[in-house]
């Protein structure tokens, strides 16, 4: 599975739309983006996915570049609820019972 | 159905004694996974089951370690001679294993802590 490349933090202004990057630069063409979150003290939560093609959810959209070495995580109108960590997770669809979390990015929104 | 559960949801024990965890997946998901997560870093994949059969187990689940899934619902971790480097946050997670999304479903957790 591809490694990711994300920013350690970051921090967001409550009711802006939250944008975070992820590198993927040696994805290959069978493999997904995911994205998970794990709030403090939780286990993580799924967000989206996506193979080639923009994605929305009623959680956020993620934005994949057109060569696919990167992908932006968007969630439209941030909330003191999504501090979280989130994480950047690239995979076969085969190999998706393993998820490799890595260290993501810690996402603090500021009211 | 209220999700994964896990129990207990906090352990302490002295070195060397041994501990079981418990997780209740989601009713109906064949797909049941634990992981490992240490402070600071991401969870780690231990192990997975498809119903009742352990189908892959990471080399970070050294033979101290055993997972069960007997009748393909709960499943059990135990931890054999408990060390120090034992210590963290054991989840367990479960999915329905179809469709497009495959989502895992991750529990509460259950801390360990290795004296």
């Known amino acids: 599975d591809a490694k990711t490349t994300q920013p350690p933090s970051m921090d967001c202004a409550e009711g802006r739309a939250a944008n975070l990057p992820c590198n993927h630069s040696t994805i290959s063409g069978n493999e997904y983006v995911y994205w998970y979150r794990q709030i403090h003290s939780q286990g993580p939560q799924y967000i989206i996915h996506g193979l080639k093609n923009n994605e929305t959810n009623e959680m956020a959209s993620l934005i994949i570049t057109e060569d696919r070495k990167s992908s932006t995580l968007i969630l439209p109108h941030a909330t003191l609820r999504d501090t979280a960590v989130y994480y950047c997770i690239v995979l076969l669809r085969a190999n998706d019972y393993k998820l490799s979390f890595g260290a993501g990015t810690t996402v603090t929104v500021r009211a | 159905d209220t999700g994964v559960s896990q129990d207990p949801r906090h352990k302490i024990t002295k070195r060397g004694q041994n501990v079981t965890f418990r997780c209740d997946p989601i009713s109906e998901h064949n797909r049941l996974y634990w992981y490992r997560q240490t402070l600071g870093q991401g969870p780690e994949f231990l192990t997975y089951f498809q119903n009742e059969a352990q189908l892959e187990k990471s080399r970070l689940l050294s033979d101290r370690f055993s997972a069960e899934r007997p009748k393909g619902s709960f499943s059990t971790l135990e931890i054999q001679r408990t060390e120090q480097g034992d210590s963290a946050m054991y989840l367990c997670?479960?999915?329905?294993?179809?469709?497009?999304?495959?989502?895992?479903?991750f529990g509460p957790g259950t801390r360990l802590t290795v004296l």
């Open positions: 997670a479960s999915s329905a294993g179809t469709g497009s999304r495959n989502e895992q479903f």
